[in-house]
C-alpha cells in the first residue's frame, strides 16, 4: 500500500462507501474500513486502530456512537505519521448547549479541533438519503412518516454532495486546513412538504403525520432502542425546532464552487431506483 493511503473510515456506511468509490476512480491510493470490510476497524477494539492507521497521510473519520474514543485514536493517528483528519458532524454543533443530541460528535470534534494534525470538519444537515436508505424509509414502505417534526424546515442535504465535499477537502491539501463547514442543501423544506415530494414522484398516497417527542420515544423502544438511545435521537428534532439549523448555506459552494443538489433531484433520482415501491 502507498505511504500516500487515505483512510475512510465507516467505509459501508452512507458517506464512507461514496467517498471510497470516488478516491478510487482518481487513481488516489485508499484504505476502506469498518468492523466488515476486508481493512477491519472497530472503535470498541482499539487492537483494530494501529494496522489500518499504517502509512495513511490523511484519514475520514465518522464518529462513534458514544463520546470518548476519538481521542485516542487521534493519538494513535499522531504516533503512526497521519498528517490530516476530516472528520463528519453535524449541523451547528458549537449552538447545541447543554442538549442531549450529539456527545459522541462533540467529543469527536473536541479531539480533531485539539489536535496537532491538520484538521477539517464537515458539519451536514440531515441527510436526503435518510428517506430511503435510513430510519425514514421502513414507514414510507407502509405508507407513514410519523415524527415529532412540525412547521421549522430543514435544509436536507443529498449525501453525494457530502461525498464530493469530503473528496475534494481530503484531496486539496492546506486550502481547507483548520476549515468548519456548514453544509446544508440550497433550500429548507418541512417533513410534510418532503414526503408530499416523495408521494407525488413515487406515484403513492404517502402521508407525514407528526406525533408528539412522548410518542416517537415509545415508538423507537418498540422498535428495539434503549430509553437513552431514544431520548437522544429525539433530541435532535428539539433542535430541529428551535430554528438552529433551518437557514441554508453558501459552504458546499465555497468547497466545491457549485450549487448543492435540490431535494427534487433526489426525489427523481430515487423514485426511479424504486426506493419506495410496495413489498
Given amino acids: ?79 503512526a505519521g497521519v498528517r490530516r483528519l476530516v472528520l463528519l458532524s453535524g449541523r451547528g454543533a458549537d449552538g447545541w448547549g447543554d442538549s442531549a443530541f450529539g456527545l459522541e460528535m462533540l467529543s469527536a470534534e473536541e479531539a480533531v479541533r485539539g489536535s496537532s494534525l491538520e484538521w477539517t470538519v464537515l458539519r451536514a444537515s440531515n441527510f436526503a438519503q435518510n428517506f430511503d436508505e435510513d430510519a425514514f424509509h421502513a414507514p ?33 491539501r492546506r486550502r481547507h486546513a483548520g476549515r468548519v463547514y456548514e453544509l446544508s442543501g440550497p433550500r429548507a423544506l418541512t417533513f410534510a412538504e418532503a414526503v408530499e415530494l416523495i408521494s407525488r414522484t413515487s406515484g403513492r398516497p404517502l402521508t407525514y403525520r ?40 453558501d459552504d458546499l459552494a465555497t468547497v466545491l464552487g457549485r450549487t448543492p443538489r435540490t431535494f427534487e433531484e433526489y426525489v427523481v433520482r430515487a423514485a426511479a431506483a424504486g426506493a419506495w415501491h410496495e413489498r
Fill in 1 to 79: 500500500m502507498s505511504r500516500n493511503t487515505h483512510l475512510v473510515l465507516g467505509a459501508t456506511g452512507k458517506t464512507g462507501r461514496r467517498i471510497a468509490a470516488r478516491l478510487r476512480l482518481r487513481g488516489t491510493p485508499v484504505r476502506a474500513a469498518s468492523r466488515s470490510s476486508r481493512a477491519r476497524f472497530d472503535w470498541s477494539d482499539p487492537g483494530t486502530w494501529d494496522a489500518v492507521l499504517q502509512d495513511v497521510v490523511v484519514a475520514y473519520v465518522v464518529p462513534p456512537p458514544v463520546p470518548g474514543p476519538v481521542h485516542q485514536f487521534v493519538v494513535r493517528a499522531e504516533a
Fill in 140 to 172: 414510507l414502505i407502509a405508507g407513514e412518516l410519523a415524527l415529532p417534526a412540525g412547521a421549522v424546515p430543514e435544509p436536507f442535504i443529498d449525501v453525494e454532495d457530502v461525498a464530493d465535499a469530503a473528496v475534494a477537502v481530503l484531496t486539496e
Fill in 210 to 249: 407528526q406525533i408528539t417527542r412522548v410518542e416517537y420515544v415509545s415508538t423507537l423502544v418498540e422498535q428495539g432502542l434503549s430509553e437513552r438511545e431514544a431520548d437522544q435521537i429525539a433530541e435532535m428534532f428539539v433542535l430541529m425546532g428551535s430554528g438552529l439549523i433551518a437557514e441554508t448555506t
